[in-house]
C-alpha cells in the first residue's frame, strides 16, 4: 500500500501541470516561454512553427485559422482549394482532374508581409536552434 501511494504521488507530481497538453517531451535548459494565442481564434499556439502571423498584424495565428480566413475570402469555385506555398503566402490552386494531381495557380495571395522579421518566430527559432 505504501508503495502504492508513493507511486500515485510521483506520477502527480510529473504530469499535473501539464495536463492535456500534448507536447512530448520536457526542454532542457531553455525557460518556458509563455503561452502564444492566436489572435484569429483566442486558442492556445502550441506548435509555433506552423504558425503564421496574422494577416493584419504581427500576432501569431493557427495555421488552419488563416487556411480557414482564405477559404472564406477567397470565394473558390468547385475545383479551386486553397494551398500554402511557403514564405508567408497562399495560392489558389485549380485541380485539373479527379485524382487532384495536376493543377494551376490561379492567383497568389501574400498572407503575412513579406520579408518582415516577426519577433515570435525569431524566438521560436532561436529555441530550435536554427
Ligand atoms: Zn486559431
Known amino acids: 500500500m505504501a508503495e502504492g501511494n508513493k507511486d500515485t504521488r510521483k506520477r502527480f507530481g510529473r504530469r499535473g501541470r501539464d495536463r492535456g ?36 498584424g504581427a500576432d501569431p ?33 485549380e485541380y485539373r482532374d479527379k485524382s487532384m494531381t495536376a493543377f494551376t495557380v490561379k492567383r497568389r495571395v501574400q498572407w503575412e508581409k513579406e520579408g518582415e522579421k516577426y519577433e515570435w518566430r525569431r524566438a521560436m527559432q532561436q529555441r530550435m536552434g536554427l
Open 21 to 56: 497538453d500534448r507536447r512530448s517531451e520536457p526542454k532542457p535548459k531553455v525557460p518556458e516561454l509563455p503561452p502564444v494565442m492566436c489572435s484569429m481564434c483566442g486558442k492556445q499556439i502550441f506548435d509555433l512553427s506552423s504558425a503564421l502571423a496574422g494577416q493584419s
Open 61 to 93: 495565428v493557427h495555421f488552419d485559422c488563416a487556411l480557414a480566413r482564405m477559404a472564406e475570402t477567397e470565394q473558390l469555385g468547385p475545383n479551386e482549394k486553397i494551398a500554402y506555398i511557403g514564405r508567408g503566402a497562399f495560392a489558389v490552386v
